[in-house]
């Protein structure tokens, strides 16, 4: 059994489709998505508005579902020690929201198993599942790059495009006991 | 320097005055403190009580401030790097009011170095300071136990007994670099 730390935002959260879904009905204008690709997330938007819609109620209560998580996380919880580990608390009304959207799309997953946090570096697991440079940079067992457009330039990491790939990932590497 | 996690409730929160004072408003009856020693945590309480009052709204944002604590972490923070690790996940109202309350007490906090958990199994640090065996039991670090009514029976730990206690810990065993 490993423990594996996966993030929500663009892991099992489609934030950036939410994103343009909600700058689309706000602002009128629809964005192409191509234009997430390569750039810092959410700068492909005019300047402050990402920061102004990630901060509204209800933005991260209504961000839909990340194709093939549900399925392949609650495989995991099955053979693994799986954490939800979120930096939640740059946006403090996403608390509430988080784990009320955990608690509809995820309900397999214990509260035990749920982490809000700024920085991840405290946090100590075999894998780490998440989209950015910053979280991977300091852990210190495998990480694992779920791609997302912003992070397309990282060749750092081995990288996993979409859920089949991470189950095909700890299938393929027999992982059991770590 | 050293990474320090410090658990919120009984240790930088007196949470066992603030059920006492609670239950006295509400239920207008004087419990001994006495009484809460040696006992599981809200026990002393009639049953279910305890529950009930840690599930209300307002609860933990008026939690008063455990004394001496707001020097003593503000010291060790620019000594040390410290977390905020607190098990909220479990009362999910708490989340949002356990924030508010560390920006007004512990404003020299950045969220960054806040962590609201469920099982702390997964916090890596060099020492933890809390009150619960539960959560000092699996720590890889040095745990250190903060002494609370309901820990008086537990001689498994270092105990420290209030926040000058911490201080001199620190001071007394020169924790600079780990």
Request: proline share 6%; hydrophobic share 45%.
């Amino acid at each position: 059994m490993a423990r594996i730390a996966i993030d929500m935002d663009n892991v099992m959260a489609d934030l950036t489709q939410h994103l343009l879904d909600v700058y689309a009905k706000e602002y009128g204008e629809v964005i192409d998505p191509e234009r997430m690709n390569n750039v810092p997330e959410g700068s492909a938007l005019p300047e402050g508005v990402a920061h102004y819609l990630l901060r509204q109620p209800g933005f991260f209560r209504n961000i839909p579902v990340m194709a093939g998580s549900q399925e392949v996380v609650k495989a995991l919880t099955e053979k693994h020690e799986v954490f939800i580990v979120s930096a939640a608390m740059e946006f403090p009304l996403s608390l509430a929201e988080k784990l009320e959207w955990l608690n509809e799309h995820f309900p397999f997953i214990s509260w035990r198993n749920i982490v809000f946090c700024g920085s991840k570096t405290i946090v100590e697991a075999d894998y780490m599942i998440d989209d950015h440079d910053k979280n991977l940079a300091s852990f210190k067992g495998t990480p694992l790059l779920f791609t997302a457009p912003h992070n397309l330039p990282l060749t750092a990491y081995q990288r996993v495009n979409n859920w089949e790939e991470v189950a095909a990932f700890f299938a393929v590497n027999n992982v059991e006991a770590v």
